[in-house]
């Protein structure tokens, strides 16, 4: 079983910052990508930043310059800082991993719960 847990969300003013972290939890073998997704409501879910495990990083146009992905590999967690947020950063923000379990030879996507960030004007 493996499990990914958010953190950090919540409701903030336009201009401040908030920290996500993400931590794969059970029996992993070793994680290629870590990727941060949102979706906002009635929108369809969109990726926000990715990190591999050599710790190469894509965002998207919108929050280039304001948010930073990381990660620790030693403990499995990926991290997401947002600075310089807007109203429109709200939505519900989902990590996710390709992943290999031990004993495994095959990749697999898993999901987060998703954690709700609100950047209130």
């Known amino acids: 079983q493996v499990h990914l847990v958010e953190s950090g969300g919540g409701l903030v003013q336009a201009g401040g910052s908030l920290r996500l972290s993400c931590a794969a939890s059970?029996?992993?073998?070793?994680?290629?990508?870590m990727v941060w997704y949102r979706q906002a409501a009635g929108k369809q879910r969109e990726l926000v930043a990715a990190?591999?495990?050599?710790?190469?990083?894509n965002y998207a146009d919108s929050v280039k310059g304001r948010f930073t992905i990381s990660r620790d590999n030693a403990k499995n967690t990926v991290y997401l800082q947002m600075n310089s947020l807007k109203p429109e950063d709200t939505a519900v923000y989902y990590c996710?991993?390709?992943?290999?379990?031990?004993?495994?030879?095959?990749?697999?996507?898993?999901w987060g719960q998703g954690t709700q960030v609100t950047v209130s004007s």
């Open positions: 990190v591999t495990s050599g710790g190469s990083t």
């Open positions: 059970g029996s992993i073998g070793d994680i290629n990508a």
């Open positions: 996710n991993a390709d992943l290999r379990q031990l004993y495994s030879f095959a990749y697999v996507q898993y």
